[in-house]
């Protein structure tokens, strides 16, 4: 198959869908530029600040992106680039597209706050608990898997207590460019929140000092080991977290959504200069016959995830997104057009593990990360010549860890508001009207030292004891945000059935998932010898189910009450 017939057939449909549905969206849901955001009403200074819209795009898109769209559909090619092409553009339209647009113009709705409070107006106080348990328990596991995440990328290489600057060059060269762009994405905060100045001017300048960091960092590198960059990470997103947006978080997610941006650019001139065959079959069966993925149902619509819809964005959007959104009209094409522009890198993402299919199916080259890199820089390096290779590969290892680092601080601060809105009584706007210990623990501070000190324990430890079972619980959380957005809608009298398909499908998809692991550990324990993994993702597993059974009951009911919309 042509690649380049991929990547143009899927840029059409994605800009069709963002052009005509997207606008149909928008429209019947009421979307109002005249209307004052809560980054307006509220203004704290400090989660709720108004953002200009090019930069919380850049903040948003950085945040969601992540390495999901990278890893889920280059996981999910061994059933073929049919059904991971197929998911990609008709659930990136139908499915996380309006997931996205949703739940940022549902949470702008109710103030900027999260999905949690949403369920709380139109479903009821009961359901608002479980799902901020819920959501807040999948943040500590997106926090614990991060941070071990980035410190291993960070980490250098030790070959019996001996520093390996070779092995090490790569990961110690993202080091030192991450920690250089934390601070130019301060002073970039500052001159333009505080100073007023011109954003174009701010922006170049800008990239242009990351192009120089980026330079100075493969040519300078910081070599920590990965237990170190651990406790670093822990008291950066500490510190992240509780910091004001503007001076850290809106900045830095901005710029560092040109390294995305540019890394995009770059994989389609190498697409289109290479136009490579790609190896990949088209299908290769309902059975996954080369990884352990098991059944193309569900198995398919739970490992892509984000590259099609992630619980994870509803939570990006509703907790920091819709306190930055300075106008309604930004709504569509921050929360629908950055779902579509994920998309188009999870089909580069399809075409790059096309290109080395044989290595892939050999499994000498298999992690994600690596794959992109590999099959990019392979082709980008056909074109303009081998020297190209080492440059683009680790620019694109850099790419990709700056993103998990912005959706690591960003999971921190949602996490913070999940733990503080759990323990807030009706009627309370903030920790300030809390009282005892309530108010101990609903403290920024304390709740973020919290979280941070949870999640880093779990990534250093056991996170990836239930980690196997993460994927269904985002694509339930996706579930369930739907049904939350679909009962305001409803109840605002507004028209809200184009959510119920992808409702519907995204928890029995999610259901079936969650019922077969539980079948299966029950089988282990059943056969004896299981270890303690296996009864956590049992009991996790359990748990899920119910909540979902619970929270879909009461959706429903609150959904059978509405009066019908035509």
């Not at 779990?458 to 269904?472: D, H, N, T």
């Amino acid at each position: 198959m042509s690649a380049i017939l991929i990547i143009v057939i899927g840029i059409i449909c994605l800009a069709c869908g963002y052009i005509f549905y997207g606008s149909w969206l928008a429209k019947a849901w009421g979307v109002d530029p005249q209307r004052k955001t809560p980054a307006i009403t509220v203004d704290d200074n400090v989660d709720y600040v108004a953002a200009k819209p090019e930069v919380l795009t850049g903040h948003h898109f950085s945040s969601i992106a992540g390495a999901g769209p990278i890893s889920g559909p280059i996981q999910a090619a061994v059933f073929g680039w049919v059904p991971v092409f197929l998911w990609v553009v008709i659930g990136g339209i139908f499915f996380g597209g309006v997931h996205d647009f949703g739940a940022l113009l549902a949470s702008v709705r109710h103030g900027g706050q999260s999905i949690g409070t949403v369920i709380e107006k139109n479903i009821g106080m009961r359901a608002k608990r479980l799902f901020l348990v819920f959501s807040y328990l999948v943040l500590l596991l997106v926090v614990a898997a991060f941070t071990s995440i980035v410190a291993k990328t960070f980490g250098a290489t030790y070959t019996d207590g001996v520093l390996d600057k070779g092995a090490s060059f790569y990961s110690a060269s993202a080091a030192m460019i991450s920690v250089l762009f934390i601070v130019i994405a301060m002073f970039f905060g500052y001159f333009v929140y505080r100073k007023n100045a011109n954003v174009l001017v701010s922006t170049l300048i800008g990239v242009a000092v990351l192009v120089g960091i980026i330079i100075f960092g493969l040519k300078v590198q910081l070599y920590l080991p990965t237990n170190t960059w651990m406790w670093v990470l822990g008291i950066y997103i500490f510190i992240a977290s509780v910091a004001p947006v503007w001076i850290l978080l809106q900045p830095r997610d901005y710029l560092s959504s040109f390294l995305l941006y540019a890394m995009i650019l770059a994989s389609v001139v190498g697409i289109i200069g290479a136009h490579p065959i790609l190896e990949i079959p088209a299908f290769t069966g309902w059975n996954d016959p080369i990884s352990s993925l098991g059944n193309l149902f569900p198995a398919l619509f739970i490992t892509v995830a984000c590259g099609a819809i992630s619980g994870f964005h509803s939570l990006v959007a509703s907790g920091t997104t819709a306190k930055q959104l300075s106008n309604e009209k930004y709504a569509k094409p921050i929360g629908y057009g950055s779902m579509l522009i994920e998309c188009v890198l999870a089909l580069i993402a399809l075409v790059a593990v096309g290109s080395i299919w044989s290595q892939f199916v050999d499994r000498s080259v298999t992690v994600p990360t690596t794959v992109l890199a590999t099959g990019v820089s392979t082709m980008l390096g056909s074109v303009f010549g081998e020297g190209t290779y080492t440059v683009t590969f680790a620019l694109i290892i850099l790419a990709v860890s700056a993103f998990c680092l912005t959706s690591l601080d960003t999971a921190t601060r949602l996490a913070r508001y999940m733990f503080t809105e759990l323990f807030l009584k009706e009627g309370e706007a903030s920790w300030k009207d809390a009282k005892g210990i309530r108010k101990v623990l609903t403290n920024p501070y304390i709740a973020t030292l919290i979280t941070v000190v949870i999640g880093v324990w779990l990534g250093k430890s056991g996170y990836a004891k239930i980690w196997p079972l993460f994927g269904a619980a985002n694509q339930l959380l996706a579930g369930l945000a739907l049904l939350a957005v679909a009962a305001w809608l409803g109840n605002a009298g507004k028209k809200n059935k184009m959510f119920f398909i992808p409702m519907a499908f995204m928890i029995i998809v999610t259901l079936s998932s969650l019922t077969m692991t539980v079948i299966a550990k029950l089988k282990a324990i059943a056969a004896g010898g299981a270890d303690v993994a296996v009864w956590l993702q049992l009991v996790f597993g359990v748990l899920l189910v119910v909540l979902a059974v619970f929270l879909v009951i009461e959706g429903v009911q609150t959904l059978a009450k509405q009066k019908k919309v035509a």
